[in-house]
């Protein structure tokens, strides 16, 4: 299994950029697709972005143009570059990881929330106008 903890939320003005790190335990992480969820108060989770194994990409039509996903696998690590930020941006941001079963996944990564088998705290984000 993998143990995620997010870090680099906090306050920011609209406009202006953040990036979020997601440091994952464990030594099989190059066979985790990644992603990362947001989620508002009073709303349902939200899709914002997910790299599969083979680092194929896949971003929520809120963020696209705005948002990078990347991973290092070297490290552990996966980002979320997130540029000309908007308050309603303003959310907890998850880290997510699914495991792949085998070679068929590697270029896979879901947007669908229940289909991640782990998941990071959260870390705050807020955008203030």
């Known amino acids: 299994q993998v143990q995620l903890v997010e870090s680099g939320g906090g306050l920011v003005q609209a406009g202006g950029s953040l990036r979020l790190s997601c440091a994952a335990s464990g030594r099989t992480f190059n066979r985790y697709a990644m992603g990362w969820f947001r989620q508002a108060p009073g709303k349902e989770r939200e899709f914002v972005a997910a790299i599969s194994s083979l680092t194929n990409t896949f971003y929520g039509d809120s963020v696209k143009g705005r948002f990078t996903i990347s991973r290092d696998n070297a490290k552990n690590m996966v980002y979320l570059q997130m540029n000309s930020m908007k308050p309603e941006d303003t959310a907890v941001y998850y880290c997510?990881?699914?495991?792949?079963?085998?070679?068929?996944?590697?270029?896979?990564?879901?947007?669908?929330?229940?289909?991640?088998?782990?998941w990071g705290q959260g870390t705050q984000v807020t955008v203030s106008s």
């Open positions: 997510a990881a699914e495991w792949s079963r085998d070679i068929n996944d590697y270029s896979k990564a879901p947007v669908r929330a229940y289909e991640y088998d782990y």
